[in-house]
């Protein structure tokens, strides 16, 4: 078969001996802002109220250390809980999450009523009450939910490699200093210093955001020795006269700047391939927690891609970079509501305009990162097609690069073979009949062709995994009896 010409695109790449690690991870921390509901720049704002607190203590460098990049994964294990809550309370799960972090767990009335007013927004009166019974009967439900993210959230910090101090601050991230918290219920000193100091930064930040600052500080006086460690929060009132400080905390242009300025340390630490790959990994895990449609999307596409590309003659870097491009491709997923991700009929028109932004987030992101602009186009075009009528942007074949040719074949290969919770896997032989009758307006037809010659032989199953067994631990998220209830 004879190769396509392709457009000619070599964009500059930053020389990975002066990308900081740091300012990668705070770049990605937009998408969990994203599926949290929270307004762009949460976490950031989040890490500069946890490392004032922790200098103005006295915390030593190793510790100011393992605080801040804590703070800057908090929410990496967020995802995972999003399809349970979407289910059970019948709404849009970024909203869900937004509103439960403003209420006060203490106060059940308030509670009650937030909860019933959260339940099945957007539907009938019936359906909604069912939605607020089934969250009332459902025993623990908030100790579950909220174990599920903080344990995989210190999961993923563990296996980035980051100070056990970090993974041990995100696990306790919800304990509350009268013990009423979760997971495990501990109470004042027992619940590590850096978990209170985060816990008491993000809902600050949360109310902040949404109240100002006077509501964010009386929140804080309020539940000051019932949620919070009094003498953080005697600390953090204090500072109501720096009106200097506040200020720059709402300056959103210099945000990334001022959380670079804090990574402690005499030397930054640098973002090696190695520890990009992994942040990829990782990204591409919580990515597909979001839903249990999408078990191991993210990393079979990778896997598949790579292949795709080495066959067509690739050398390292392309493989290298659709590989990230390909555990990434789906990062702006994070900003739809489960609600529509999960729902087991037809979309509506609007419904399906929700889907279509994805790829713009997952540019906008991607783009955030110096050492990934290189394929953020790639990554974000996988809904193209040759003949110009993809989505979003309808880019014809000219300017569609190789990879993202690769990409969009390897996404579509993986959704029909992969298993799902409401149908097993298609057989290859099936899928070739699928996907050629859109051979030459959808799909490439020669990456097509490597695509079908790989499967075919059954080298796409017997290729070892792009994920190690420290992120393998990450992709079962949702067990396979349990996503059929969520998606019945």
Partial sequence: MSLLVFPDRSPDRTPLAGVRLADVISALTFALDL????????????TLLAMRLGQELGLDRTTLGALYYAALLKDSGCSS?????????????????????????????????RTARSCGVGLDPLSRVRHFL?????????????????????????????PAASSEAIMHV?????????????????I?????????????????????????????????????DPTLVDRLVAWRHDRGWWSALANDRTLDARVLALEPGETPLLATDERLDRIARAFAAVIDAKTPFTARHSSNVARYAVAIMTTLGGDAQSARDVLRAGLLH?????GVSNRILDKPGKLTDAEFGEIRKHPRWTRDILERVNVFKAFADDAAQHHERLDGRGYPWGVPAARLALPARVLAVADVYEALTADRPYRDGLPVATVKDIMTRDTGTAFDPVVLDAAMYLAEQGTFATLASVVDDGFERLQAVVPASEARVLVA
Avoid: Y
């Fill in 81 to 113: 809980n999003a399809a349970r809550m979407a289910a059970l309370f019948g709404s849009d799960d970024q909203t869900l999450k937004r509103d439960m972090r403003l209420v006060d767990w203490h106060d059940r009335w308030k509670m009650a009523m």
């Fill in 134 to 162: 089934r969250v009332a009967r459902t025993p623990a439900l908030t100790r579950e939910i909220i174990a599920v993210r903080c344990e995989r959230g210190a999961q993923i910090a563990q296996v980035l490699e980051f």
């Fill in 192 to 228: 590590p210093l850096l978990s209170r100091i985060l816990l008491l930064s993000q809902t600050v930040e949360a109310f902040w955001s949404e109240h100002g600052l006077r509501g964010a500080l009386d929140m804080a006086r309020r539940r000051r020795a019932t949620w919070f």
């Fill in 330 to 334: 789906d990062v702006g997923k994070l």
């Fill in 174 to 190: 919800d304990e509350q200093w009268c013990g009423l918290g979760h997971p495990a219920g501990l109470a004042g000193d027992e």
């Fill in 35 to 46: 599926t949290e509901g929270q307004r762009p720049g949460h976490t950031l704002r989040t």
